[in-house]
């Protein structure tokens, strides 16, 4: 009798349970959509208007009768008009993939070029945070069939943050690796580090930040590493990392060599 006492209020509490926790879920799911739609009304309502003044601004670097400090001052706002572009592009990308309609169109790449010419681009960024970026590369060819635009974004997203998260003097040290059917890039540096307890999956999923990386750079997003994941997941790879808080991070890429193509609707840019 007792046994049946107790499930008879374990059933009930589970019950009731459920009446309480369904309108919490169902309000949560709510929020999330809205948030979702809110993430994609802006970034395609922000993309036109950024457009135009970017091109306004080309134009008028282009002009000789410019002064010096209009030629400074119009510099100075295409710097600003970058950095609002990528983060345009970051919503626009988050935006794609929560409407889980992307579109995948692998090509061929010889990965050891396209990775000199990414870290290039991280030249002048090195260069003015004072930090030490290397290539190693297990062989000197390495092709593979993928679709740029999303292995661009995990790329990118890893590199800016080993080099946002490394103090000047740091060191950042990209290796390729080609093993069967398969390639690894890692990403290494030596830089804040992840407290341990902050070292899970949820810094994969949108808007999540380690403490230590707010107090650094209150402005981050919490977005790149979702989109890495959703990325490398679309090309069929996996993602993960290894981290010492006050050492540094390593991040590991795996991709196949040959991503399988995927009928959608949007590339990611
Ligand atoms: P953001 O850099 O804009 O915060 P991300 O999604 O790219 O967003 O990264 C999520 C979080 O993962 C970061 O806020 C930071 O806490 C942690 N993280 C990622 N890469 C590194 C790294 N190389 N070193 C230290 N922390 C990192």
Partial sequence: IEFLLLLAVLAT???????????AVEKFKQADKLKNEFISIASHQL????TSIKWVAERMLKKESLSEKGREQTSDIMTSMKEL??????????????????????????????????IDECAPICDKRNLKISFHHSAEFVRAKTDKGALRNIAQAILSNAMEYTSAGGKIEVMLKSVPQRFVLTIRDNGVGIPKKEQNQFLFQKFHRASNAEKMKPGGTGLGLYIAKQATELLGGKIWFESEEGKGSIFYVELPLESKEIKGQKLLS
């Fill in 13 to 23: 509490l589970t019950v009731e349970g459920l009446f309480i926790l369904r309108p």
């Fill in 47 to 50: 993309r036109t208007p950024l």
């Fill in 85 to 118: 572009s990528s983060l345009v592009d970051l919503l626009l990308n988050v935006s794609r993939l929560n409407t889980g309609k992307i579109n995948t169109k692998p090509e061929s790449i010889e990965l050891v070029s396209w990775v000199k010419s990414l």
